[in-house]
Every structure is written in C-alpha cells, then in structure tokens.
C-alpha cells in the first residue's frame, strides 16, 4: 500500500507552500479511501512518495486516470492567502491503495 502526491513544478511555491500542498492532498485522499484501504496503509508504515508534475494538465490527467482506475484521489486548489492565485491546482495525491494499482497511474513520473 502507498499512497503518492504530485505536485506542480511550474507555478514556483516555495519550500513551506509546497509541504502545505502535499499535506492537504494527502489527507484529503486519505479521507476519501475505504476504511479497510485507510487500516491496512496506516498499519504499513503509510508509505508516502512525492513526484513532480509539469503543470496543470498533467495533474488534471493524471486524475482522471486514477477516477478511471477506481483509485481514491484527491486534487488540491490553492486558497490564494499567500503565493498563488485563489483556485491555483497545487498537488494530487492518488491513494492509498496498493502499490501496482498506484504506478499504473504514477509510474512514469519522476522524484521531487
């Protein structure tokens, strides 16, 4: 089990924006996984990987591929208190779920 947070490389957050980014997707997919996915990745050390996506349509894409794949998910929009725009797309996080269903959709990205 894993769950794994993309984040935009194009929209320059800085280092504390990002982490902020990454925390919300992650919980928000968490939230939105089935209990029995929910105990068994806590229970598994909640394996968590962030990988960098180029903008937008990347993130967008890779969503509706995890919605395909009947994966739960989570996209984040920015408030816009502080560096971005209010609605900026920040991050997905796909997962948890089991590691071969998540690198069906994540697989070809690349490490923060």
Same mark, same amino acid.
């Given at each position: 089990?894993?769950? *794994? #947070?993309?984040?935009?490389?194009? #929209?320059?957050?800085?280092?504390?924006?990002?982490?902020?980014? *990454?925390?919300?997707?992650? =919980?928000? &997919?968490? $939230?939105?996984?089935?209990?029995?996915? +929910?105990?068994?990745?806590?229970?598994?050390?909640?394996?968590? #990987? *962030? =990988?960098?996506?180029? @903008?937008?349509?990347?993130?967008?894409? =890779?969503?509706?591929?995890? +919605?395909? $794949?009947?994966?739960?998910?989570?996209?984040?929009?920015?408030?816009?208190?502080?560096?971005? $725009?209010? @609605?900026?797309?920040? &991050?997905?996080?796909?997962?948890?779920?089991?590691?071969?269903?998540?690198?069906?959709?994540? @697989?070809?990205?690349?490490?923060?």
């Amino acid at each position: 089990m894993k769950q *794994v #947070i993309v984040v935009r490389t194009d #929209i320059g957050m800085g280092e504390g924006k990002l982490a902020a980014q *990454v925390a919300h997707a992650s =919980l928000k &997919a968490y $939230e939105s996984a089935a209990d029995s996915a +929910r105990r068994e990745w806590k229970s598994g050390g909640q394996k968590k #990987i *962030v =990988l960098k996506a180029s @903008g937008k349509s990347a993130l967008t894409g =890779l969503a509706d591929s995890a +919605r395909r $794949e009947g994966l739960p998910h989570a996209l984040v929009r920015d408030a816009g208190h502080t560096q971005l $725009e209010p @609605g900026t797309l920040t &991050a997905l996080a796909v997962g948890p779920a089991a590691e071969n269903a998540v690198d069906k959709v994540t @697989g070809e990205l690349s490490l923060l």
